[in-house]
């Protein structure tokens, strides 16, 4: 359940970020400048990694004792997270690379738990 929210959750993330500058001269109208503070991205994509290591954990210490899926989670956020500090027109890289990287620490970690789950049940 974890790992979908979590996917879910990078999904919105990585949309927003995308969107972002498409939507950035309405947001003052709306009364949503704070969508494009940088603190506010950080926040969210801590909470994201926060939420990915509980789910990770839960996987790894429930069932497969596998490491990797941390390493793919904290390179994906790491990789977010330094979006800022390259040109603008690679933003969009960093945010695919970055969201990529975090969706598939999820999806690894629940096909990790599920391929644990059929060897037992058999």
């Known amino acids: 359940m ?30 949503l400048t704070f969508l494009a503070d940088h603190t506010w991205e950080h926040g969210f994509l801590m909470a994201t990694a926060i939420l990915g290591t509980i789910a990770l954990y839960s996987g790894y210490k429930r069932y497969h004792k596998k490491l990797y899926p941390f390493f793919i989670l904290y390179t994906g956020v790491a990789v977010y997270w330094i979006k800022h500090d390259y040109s603008e027109s690679l933003a969009p890289v960093f945010i695919i690379i970055g969201a990529g990287l975090v969706v598939a620490s999820h999806v690894i970690n629940l096909r990790l738990c599920n391929n644990y789950k059929q060897c037992n049940i058999q």
Do not use: V
Request: hydrophobic share 60%; aromatic share 0%.
């Open 2 to 31: 974890l790992d979908r929210i979590g996917i879910a959750a990078t999904s919105l993330c990585a949309l927003h970020c995308i969107l972002l500058p498409l939507l950035l001269p309405a947001l003052p109208l709306l009364g």
